[in-house]
Antibody, heavy 117, light 113 residues
């Protein structure tokens, strides 16, 4: 069974940090572009970052560049998102998603990040 | 950045009737060398992650019912549900993947009339 399982979310104070993880199984993780996509409560989808299969290319949305870092470990079939300097507007469900290209045919169920004092 | 705009924000359709959702990109997402439109459609039901329905503007993902179809090219695209079923109640998003940042439309909520 193809699965993406996110973890690491939680309640954090403004300015704090979290590391999100995504464990992949049931498919050839190393052959997929992987992305993080977030969804604020009651709002639409926002792509955050993606990373090429061989780690040679990373892309970010402007609002997180310099604060968020995407990484992967193909040996562990895992994707990560280090999020620093958190702001209230970063509150969202963070989805791990992937595809051979940049459309996203695999999705996890998400992990909730809440930024509040 | 490519801005993607969906319309309408919501629509109510009777069971068995056609639902049409529009998506417009601020610049063309047609890549001339391969003649492909870099546009996808997703369905999101309450409490669930999005599900890919359509990619390359008109290619149906495996397992997606054939009542879902995508059309259009360049900057104007349409998702059509030919005969709305109760299980199609959801929010639908289009997404361009022509260039980063990848961008989604604001979503269209489809309900039963």
């Amino acid at each position: 069974e193809v699965q993406l399982v996110e973890s690491g979310g939680g309640l954090v104070q403004p300015g704090g940090s979290l590391r999100l993880s995504c464990a992949a199984s049931g498919f050839s993780f190393s052959r997929y572009w992987m992305s993080w996509v977030r969804q604020a409560p009651g709002k639409g989808l926002e792509w955050v970052a993606n990373m090429k299969q061989d780690e040679s290319e990373k892309n970010y949305v402007d609002s997180v560049r310099g604060r968020f870092t995407i990484s992967r470990d193909n040996a562990k079939n895992s994707l990560y998102l280090q999020i620093n300097s958190l702001r209230a507007e970063d509150t969202a469900v963070y989805y791990c998603a992937g595809g051979y290209g940049w459309y996203l045919d695999l999705w996890g169920r998400g992990t909730l990040v809440t930024v509040s004092s | 950045d490519i801005v993607v705009t969906q319309s309408p924000d919501s629509l109510a359709v009777s069971l068995g009737e056609r639902a049409t959702i529009n998506c417009k990109s601020s610049q063309s997402v047609l890549y001339r060398p391969n003649n492909k439109d870099y546009l996808a459609w997703y369905q999101q039901k309450p409490g669930q992650p999005p599900k890919l329905l359509i990619y390359w503007a008109s290619t149906r993902e495996s397992g997606v019912p054939d009542r879902f179809s995508g059309s259009g090219s360049g900057t104007d695209f349409t998702l059509t549900i030919s005969s709305l079923q109760a299980e199609d109640v959801a929010v639908y998003y289009c997404q361009q993947y022509y260039s980063t940042p990848l961008t989604f439309g604001g979503g269209t909520k489809v309900e039963i009339k």
